[in-house]
């Protein structure tokens, strides 16, 4: 665990890099699952689709607590003081804001999603193998008010993904400040 007066590092240390690239690559998978699997018609391949999505959802939610749990321990870098002095104080804003709502995400968009599947009365087995808890008890109502939540929340995180890699997009090509390699694997 990182002090307060320990210096931070300058750059993302091999954990943190890792399970940004992971949660990012499955998140996007996620979602684009997501949207195809909702336009399919009834089908086997709908139902395999839904239980994958919902498989991968809970991993994701694992994998945000353990994200988050590193977080709360391991001090970030700070942002280089060249890239701090150019970067508007809206801008400043924005970079903290959206990772806040990110991660408060990473946690909301699954537990919506377990909820509405507990409400609907179709249960979790992850990978087929473990029954999990219904979140909710199953109500037909219910569901019918979180399933746009979910559906509203995912949107919200398939934007402020947009944006976080906007942001990033921006940094390498047009700054050229170097800010993304923060968080690129260690060469050599």
């Known amino acids: ?5 320990a210096p931070r590092p300058a750059r993302y240390g091999a954990t943190a890099i890792a399970l940004h690239w992971i949660m990012g690559l499955s998140i996007v ?28 959802g809970v991993a994701i939610l694992a994998l945000s607590v353990l994200r988050l ?76 008010a979180i399933k746009p939540l979910h559906a509203i929340s995912a949107y919200a995180l398939t934007a402020l993904v947009v944006l976080h890699v906007a942001a990033a997009v921006k940094h390498q090509l047009i700054d050229r400040d170097g800010l993304v390699g923060r968080m690129l694997p260690a060469r050599g």
């Not at 699952?33 to 139902?47: D, H, I, K």
């Not at 990772?99 to 699954?110: E, G, K, R």
Request: net charge positive; charged share 5%.
């Open 69 to 144: 749990l590193w977080r709360l321990t391991h001090r970030p870098p700070a942002l280089p003081a060249a890239v701090l002095a150019a970067m508007p104080r809206w801008q400043q804003a924005a970079h903290h804001g959206v990772h806040y709502l990110m991660y408060a995400l990473f946690l909301i968009v699954p537990l919506v999603g377990w909820a509405y599947s507990s409400a609907a009365g179709f249960p979790i087995v992850f990978l087929g193998l473990v029954p999990l808890p219904d979140f909710v008890p199953v109500s037909p109502a219910l569901a019918e």
């Open 1 to 5: 665990m990182t002090t307060a007066s």
């Open 29 to 56: 998978a996620v979602i684009c699952v997501g949207w195809y699997m909702t336009g399919l018609p009834f089908s086997p391949q709908r139902l395999k689709l839904y239980n994958w999505h919902k498989w991968a």
